[in-house]
């Protein structure tokens, strides 16, 4: 064989061999508007010196004591990025680390492939983690000039936790990172199309933002085959400011729907529904006050693409305020109380990013399995909806838990993928147990409990929902009572109502708040009369909670000073303290008469006065109506479950949409 033949034999098996590779991850940075999150996406790590650059002594495991700046100029583009002398950056971030033990674990990917792309002198340093955070080298190698280099990595040792990343050091010059791609060779279960669906009340800014990230980010919608946005407000997107660039650069994979406000889980299972309707392989669900990393669209998609078996995946959510917070790696319900927002054992909530990055935190680098994952960002396949039908007609609250958990009981995994995530507006600026939304949050709680309680009764939920009740009553939180009560007689009517009352209960609910003075919001304290304190505080001291050992005889005697002592007449007229929402405690605000409250969001305050004869009503009734739906639990409980196939159904659903439509905008 000439030479010539063997050079192109060799070329041929490189053509060849590239083609068997495919990207499912690439390495990003961010835009212009996301430097304050860069640690997300690259960190300094440690700060090599020239001389341990050229005798090959760096540290195989950073040290968190180090310089840990990161250089925002140092961004090139979205995937570019200078090295300056001297210095080290490393993808050991949220964005950029490979989480192999989810790849291993739910994925027929076994081994990828690492390709780095730079220009200079330098090195490139791959490590691995395992299960209980641990650090090792796994190669390093020397680059100069316009390189290309490619590590083979295997997914084996993975079975618990544990990730792959790399750093790159330059020489003694700056160098430049071109680019990254983590790659597979594996099959590929299906190559699917997504349908993106937002739904939005009234929140035209985020959503005008939204679709113009999608706009500017056309690799993102590759499998995209429509982005639905689900309008049921009285703003509308398409009058707002800047509609019209976004539907130009949007084109025809663009269509808006306007229905009456069916709240969440009607705009979320509107947007299952046009999914299945129209073709797609998978629904990318999307709350509307988010702000997305569009690159998360293409890594949930081809995620979905390579697992075993039809799974949800999911995207994390980060604090919109503060944009390097991560909410939490993953959710569990507890199955005896009932309890959402419960990340998993050993899993910590709100981890700040900029104080500890990835390789510094152990406990990141267990996998962590989920019951669901918030449709802030979750993406369905749309052969599930076929097989278990759409969200519950609930409204909001629950809907996402509910659908989660009713799949896996289906065989339908879901997984939180790390690198995929929105921000999104914190629960920090919210109070959504009390007030109006206190109403769904106990309806749709005992509905999840008779449909997935393992435990004959519910387990805890009805004893913890009525120390709950004592516990608003003793805050003087009457209204929030009112709408658990009201709660508890819907579900007593069963699911046959559900739909029928998805898009009147909001406003029956509001209608009640006018009866409650702690439900009537002010914007300023002066706009209340003067306060008057009453008595002085025991020594000065002020109020403190009780200890586990007086709780008893404590609450106890709260609760016969709440029903049955007189009020000051000087209470009645006269605020006795001003109180921040983040000291509304249940154990302080038992100690007044009155007082001004200010709210989660800051905008407002309102007049909170207790009222025994109201407290003594709204006691009595709530313990008459949980002893209604605990004789009734096991009626209930067949009932809900025999009419849960059909009122998630794709029929049930489409008339509702249809007695809630207005005009659609193509």
């Known amino acids: 064989m000439s030479v010539a033949q063997q050079n192109n034999e060799m070329q041929a098996a490189e ?121 090792q080298h796994v190669e390093t190698v020397r680059v100069q000039g316009d390189a290309e280099t ?24 700056e160098m430049l990172f071109l680019g990254a791609e983590w790659q597979t060779s594996a099959e590929r279960r299906k190559t699917g199309t997504v349908t993106v669906e937002i739904t939005t009340l009234n929140k035209t800014a985020f959503c005008i933002n939204n679709l113009r990230i999608l706009g500017d980010h056309p690799e993102a919608l590759e499998s995209v085959k429509e982005v639905i946005v689900v309008d049921q407000g009285t703003e509308k997107v398409r009058d707002a400011d800047g509609f019209m660039p976004v539907r130009q650069a949007l084109g025809d994979k663009l269509r808006m729907i306007h229905q009456n406000n069916l709240g969440g889980s009607g705009g979320f299972a509107r947007g299952m529904y046009e999914a299945v309707e129209n073709g797609s392989d998978y629904v990318l669900l999307l709350d509307d006050d988010v702000v997305i990393e569009p690159e998360s669209i293409v890594r949930l998609g081809i995620f979905a693409d390579y697992c075993k078996t039809p799974t949800l995946v999911g995207g ?54 989920v019951d669901y994952n918030g449709w802030w960002m979750c993406l369905i396949p749309t052969e599930v909806i076929r097989e278990i039908g759409l969200s519950l007609p609930v409204f909001i609250k629950w809907d996402d838990s509910e659908y989660g958990v009713r799949a896996k009981a289906a065989g339908y995994n879901t997984v939180s993928l790390p690198g995929s995530a929105v921000w999104h507006v914190s629960w920090i600026d919210k109070d959504d147990l009390v007030g109006w939304q206190a109403y769904f949050h106990t309806r749709n709680r005992f509905i999840y409990a008779l449909l997935h309680s393992p435990y004959d009764l519910g387990g805890g939920l009805l004893d913890n929902s009525m120390k709950l009740d004592v516990k608003h009553l003793i805050s003087m939180q009457y209204f929030t009572v009112r709408g658990r009560i009201e709660a508890m007689k819907d579900l007593l009517k069963g699911p046959d109502q559900l739909h029928a009352i998805l898009a009147t209960r909001l406003p029956d609910i509001r209608k009640i708040a006018q009866e409650y003075s702690e439900s009537q919001f002010k914007p300023e304290v002066e706009d209340f009369p003067q306060l008057k304190s009453g008595r002085p505080p ?79 009503e709204l006691l009595g009734e709530s313990v008459r109506v949980y002893g209604k739906v605990l004789k009734n639990w096991p009626r209930l409980r067949t009932q809900y479950r025999n009419a849960l196939p059909q009122i998630t159904s794709m029929e049930a659903w489409k008339a509702t949409f249809e007695s809630n439509a207005q005009d659609d905008v193509k």
């Not at 295997?154 to 750093?167: A, E, I, K």
């Not at 959402?340 to 909530?349: A, I, K, L, S």
């Not at 509304?584 to 800051?602: E, F």
């Open 15 to 135: 053509v060849q061999d590239a083609a068997a590779w495919t990207t499912i991850q690439r390495v990003i940075l961010p835009g212009e508007r996301g430097m304050e999150t860069l640690p997300l996406y690259m960190d300094s790590g440690v700060v090599a010196s020239a001389v341990e650059v050229a005798a090959g002594t760096l540290p195989q495991v950073d040290d968190p004591g180090l310089n840990r700046t990161v250089h925002a100029d140092d961004v090139l583009s979205r995937t570019t990025a200078s090295v300056r002398a001297g210095e080290r950056i490393s993808f050991g971030t949220y964005f950029n680390a490979f989480a192999a033990s989810y790849w291993k674990r739910w994925t027929t990917v076994r081994e990828v492939r690492l390709n780095v792309r730079t220009s200079g002198r330098g090195t490139v340093s791959v490590y691995k983690s395992n299960a209980r955070g641990s650090l």
């Open 316 to 369: 994390h959510m980060f604090d919109l305020h503060d944009r390097n917070v991560l909410h939490t790696l993953g959710e569990v319900v507890n199955p005896y109380l009932i309890g959402p927002d419960e990340p998993n054992p050993g899993q910590r909530m709100r981890h700040n990013f900029a104080r500890g990055n990835l390789r510094d935190t152990p406990w990141m680098h267990r996998r962590v399995d």
């Open 150 to 173: 490619t590590f083979d990595l295997s997914l084996v040792p993975f079975g618990d936790g544990g990730w792959y990343w790399f750093d790159v050091a330059a020489g003694t010059e």
């Open 538 to 616: 025991r020594r000065g001291r002020g109020f403190s909670a009780p200890s586990y050992a007086t709780i008893v005889p404590w609450a106890a005697k709260n609760v016969i000073r709440h029903v049955a002592k007189p009020v000051k007449e000087t209470a009645k007229e006269h605020p006795q303290a001003f109180v921040p929402h983040q000291d509304n405690k249940w154990w302080r605000m038992s100690q007044y008469d009155s007082a001004i409250v200010s709210n989660a969001d800051g905008t407002g305050a309102s007049w909170y006065m207790r009222d025994p004869k109201r407290v003594r």
